[in-house]
Antibody
Framework: EVQLVESGGGLVQPGGSQRLSCAASGFTFDENAMHWVRQVPGKGLEWVSG????????DYADSVKGRFTISRDNIDNSLHLQMNSLRPEDTAFYYC???????????????WGQGILVTVSS | DIVMTQSPVTLSVSPGERATLSCRASQSISDNLAWYQQKPGQAPRLLIK???TRATGIPARFSGSGSGTEFTLTISSLQSEDFAVYYC?????????FGGGTMVEIK
């Protein structure tokens, strides 16, 4: 059974940093691209960042480019999102999601974690 | 960016009735479209990929159609567990973008 479990959320002050992690199990981790998608409570979905199976292909939404860094560790089957210079508008549930494809980031997202809340507030 | 527009925003349907949800892309995306279901407090779940292919374990009452810029998700006979928010997502262009969602509520 595919499982994605996020951790690392919580309350952070504006301008601060937070690192999210996603522990993956139940599939061969290095055979899929991985993504982060966020959702402001009560609002719609926004793709944040994606990374190919071997970390060669990486991309970000314009709203986070230069502030967020995605990475993965294919040894311990984990995905990470380092978030710096956080703003109140970054407050959201952050979901880890598996891309259906291996290298291409352009794919449906076939499994999702339960999400974790990041609140940026003073 | 490719803008995805869903309609209606809210759809009121009685159990057992058919629900038809629409999604329009601002430019042609071929069949590179997915549909997701999200229930309160839960993560989105993939229902349909490549516009019309049901994902693993998705009941046959869910069907998708369309290509280019116009897409439809049909739920043939609504069950109680189908009342939720539905999102479309394109993966033809970059970045990946989602529609604003359609809430299917009990009439």
């Amino acid at each position: 059974e595919v499982q994605l479990v996020e951790s690392g959320g919580g309350l952070v002050q504006p301008g601060g940093s937070q690192r999210l992690s996603c522990a993956a199990s139940g599939f061969t981790f290095d055979e899929n691209a991985m993504h982060w998608v966020r959702q402001v409570p009560g609002k719609g979905l926004e793709w944040v960042s994606g990374i190919g199976w071997n970390s060669v292909k990486i991309d970000y939404a314009d709203s986070v480019k230069g502030r967020f860094t995605i990475s993965r560790d294919n040894i311990d089957n984990s995905l990470h999102l380092q978030m710096n210079s956080l703003r109140p508008e970054d407050t959201a549930f952050y979901y880890c999601a598996r891309g259906e494809g291996m290298a291409s980031l352009k794919s449906p997202l076939d499994y999702w974690g339960q999400g974790i809340l990041v609140t940026v507030s003073s | 960016d490719i803008v995805m527009t869903q309609s209606p925003v809210t759809l009121s349907v009685s159990p057992g009735e058919r629900a038809t949800l629409s999604c329009r892309a601002s430019q042609s995306i071929s069949d590179n479209l997915a549909w997701y279901q999200q229930k309160p407090g839960q993560a989105p779940r993939l229902l349909i990929k490549h516009a019309s292919t049901r994902a693993t374990g998705i009941p046959a009452r869910f069907s998708g159609s369309g290509s280019g810029t116009e897409f439809t998700l049909t739920i043939s006979s609504l069950q109680s567990e189908d009342f939720a928010v539905y999102y479309c997502q394109q993966y033809s262009g970059w970045p990946l973008t989602f529609g604003g969602g359609t809430m299917v509520e009990i009439k």
